[in-house]
């Protein structure tokens, strides 16, 4: 497996990506859904990673520069075969890393409330992020579960 990052012009992630939009969509009301869309991880404030297993799209991660010391994880997600394998650990473990390096001080996510979202917030907990309120442009939703981590 290799972490690269990627510009998100490549079919295998756009089909990826859509599928996460997709499932998002389906198990989440309208309105509750913040996955961003390619364009939004096109930003230039936003870093995306690509897992390959060899030419195989198996997972990926986004951090989102939200000022000088804060960022956001975004589209943290693991292909539905490779779930529970160890992706979702190596993407959170590169991210803090990455973020690090990048001078920031903190971490934020947005994930969902639901049972479904259960072992996510559990991977998240495990790294030392802890339930916080809505932050950045968030408002209280209650589909939505914050989390956040000094770096």
């Not at 990052?5 to 089909?15: N, Q, S, T, Y």
């Not at 997600?77 to 690090?100: C, F, M, N, Q, W």
Request: overall charge negative; charged content about 25%; some cysteine.
């Amino acid at each position: 497996m290799k972490i690269i990052v990627d510009d998100l012009r490549g079919p295998e992630i756009a089909r990826f990506l859509q599928a996460h939009l997709d499932h998002m969509r389906e198990i989440t009301p309208e309105g509750s859904v913040y996955a961003l869309d390619l364009d939004a991880l096109r930003a230039p404030e936003v870093t995306f990673w690509t897992v390959l297993d060899g030419d195989e799209v198996i997972g990926c991660g986004a951090l989102k520069r939200l000022d000088g010391t804060e960022g956001e994880i975004k589209s943290m997600r693991s292909h539905p075969d490779r779930r529970r394998t160890g992706i979702g650990a190596l993407v959170l473990e590169h991210i803090l890393a990455e973020a690090k390096n990048m001078g920031l001080s903190r971490l934020s996510l947005e994930t969902g409330a639901t049972d479904f979202f259960l072992a996510p917030r559990s991977l998240y907990a495990k790294y030392g992020f802890e339930p916080c309120g809505p932050f950045g442009d968030y408002d209280h939703d209650p589909h939505s579960a914050y989390m956040t981590k000094a770096l």
